[in-house]
């Protein structure tokens, strides 16, 4: 793929930068944003209803230690999977806080305890992008992450098969339709390629320095992989030019898309200003997609390029 290659923008958890992550309003603002996918995180309830949010469990985006004090396990957390879909919809839910100190984990984003949002299924939120699709004739593409597949499974739940139903129920099935399915867990994401005969177009989300020599044994039954960009922009030298690892390389040699997270225009580390960061990782690294909080931003930065 060469440089100037078209980039794909994904909405991670929506347009989380500015509404609830995972709200039905931050998917709603940045579908309008014209990205090419919003991304959904799915974990599922008791009653097996698949969930889009983030965490396992609830107490960092929702009010349940208030409305549900009692059913916390032992080790203080309040799991998605111990209530049902009825008793989740009573939540709410709000931007992203520490249940320790109740502050914002980004203080500038939609205030805390503003308005009203409600969690959400997976179906729910394929029917407002299809919906959308049908209303506005665009084609706006799903992004669904199966959740700790082996806690689920510990859970005696079968996570991959429900949502992959449900997915082939809505019309998703081939790598040409329009979804892209994401996993962190190799070992899920090959059962979900082998055993469970997926042909969607697969993505490996890694996360460890070693998973960069594992490129030809993830495009045995991926289509891509979803690095941290930590993982491929490695730092300047002492000449202050940037450094990268041979990730994006030997990913584009076995055929892999790279898409890379979480691009944050409130959190730049390093980099003087989110466009440099954009600048950087989508042109110099040749990333060929970006996981991002702030899709307008990126959207427009591709379209000036
Ligand atoms: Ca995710």
């Known amino acids: 793929m060469s440089n100037k290659a ?4 994904i909405a991670h958890r929506g347009a989380s930068g500015y509404l609830p992550e995972h709200s039905i309003a931050a998917k709603a603002m940045a579908y309008a944003m014209n990205v090419n996918y919003l ?3 799915i974990v599922l309830s008791k009653d097996n209803v698949p969930i889009v949010i983030h965490d396992i469990h609830l107490e960092t985006v929702t009010d349940v230690a208030t409305r549900f004090p009692d059913r916390k396990r032992d ?3 309040y799991y998605v999977i111990d209530f049902t879909f ?3 919809k009573q939540l709410n839910v709000v931007e992203r806080f520490n249940p320790e100190t109740k502050k914002a984990v980004y203080p500038n984003r939609f205030p805390l305890n503003k308005s009203t949002f409600k969690l959400h299924s997976l179906q729910e939120e394929i029917e407002l992008i299809q919906g959308l ?3 506005t004739g665009k084609n706006i593409g799903i992004y669904p992450e199966i959740k700790e597949p082996e806690f689920h499974q510990n859970e005696g739940k079968d996570i991959s098969n429900i949502v992959l139903e449900i ?3 809505y019309g998703y099935k081939l790598k040409t339709d329009n979804c892209i399915l994401q996993c962190f867990d190799p070992k899920e994401l090959k059962r979900i390629r082998q055993k469970l005969k997926s042909d969607l177009f697969l993505i490996q989300l890694i996360e460890f320095e070693d998973d960069e020599k594992r490129m030809q044994e993830f495009s045995e039954y991926a289509d891509g992989i979803g690095p941290w960009y930590k993982q491929i922009i490695k730092g300047k030298d002492n000449n202050g030019n940037w450094v990268f ?4 390389i030997n990913a584009h040699k076995n055929n892999l898309t790279v898409h890379a997270y979480t691009f944050r225009a409130d959190q730049l580390g390093e980099f003087k200003s989110f466009e440099e960061l954009l600048q950087v990782g989508l042109y110099q690294a040749n990333i060929d997609g970006v996981f991002t909080d702030f899709p307008d931003k990126v959207v427009d930065f ?3 390029n």
């Open 167 to 169: 997915l082939n129920n």
């Open 39 to 41: 991304e959904q995180d």
């Open 6 to 9: 078209k980039k794909t923008v």
């Open 245 to 248: 690892s041979n990730l994006v």
């Open 302 to 304: 591709i379209s000036k």
């Open 133 to 135: 699709n049908t209303s």
């Open 75 to 77: 080790d203080e957390m």
């Open 86 to 88: 009825d008793e989740l």
